[in-house]
């Protein structure tokens, strides 16, 4: 156990001290009017989610674990909200797949998926859960770096301590060189909710043969993605039966 902690830590620094793709990325991302234009409109168009505190009727669960991460510096956790009827499912996503998972992909780079628990990697067939720990995100990964920003980075800070403090056309800038890297769509449910699938290695994940099959024919994701574009209103049992 002493030696696996030291690993742990040694992972852990490396990590930390490694500078992410999405950064790079980032860094060397082309900015244009338009784009700026639309962020601006973004950020006045924003207004706060205000979560209301409901009677519990069963016993209560134990609090979760707060984790920092890059985008709910800004963003609240439950991020989806436009569409009313899917917005619940894409939301519990976010309670264990990081963003950046589904709203960052670069062409032709090999990325693959693992858990991150804030800066340790978290890798295990032997998982007898399917979510190691609480606090853990299943996260893209490049050469064993992971892509997204931890909070020892210094852009990470910079953001997190200067904000609000910036006047609106430098807010506009930062936050368009956030997103300039990043799919507003995400990618699509088929992406890992198909037995074709190849972005998951159910194996590296710790996912079970049952697990593996109930995330490859979720019904909720096979509907989705077979509607398509298609403005979904109202999601009935019987449409999942299909």
Known sequence: MKIFSIILLFVSINLANADSLYFSYLENASIDAEFLERIEKKLQ??????????????????????????????????????????????????RFISCETCHFVPKNVPLIYRWLQNDASIESEKNSLLQPHPAAHLSPFLKGVPVVLLPEHPFFQKVKTKWQNLIRVEQVKLAAKIHAPLKEKGISCKSCHDAEQKMLEFPRIGASKKQQQAIEQNKIARFLDKAGDKPVKLIRLNDLLD
């Open 45 to 94: 168009e924003y207004q706060e989610i205000k979560v209301k505190k409901l009677p519990t009727f069963h016993q209560a669960n134990k609090q979760a674990v707060k984790v920092e991460r890059f985008c709910t510096l800004c963003h609240n956790e439950l991020a989806h909200r436009k569409n009313v009827a899917v917005r619940s499912f894409l939301n519990a996503h976010s």
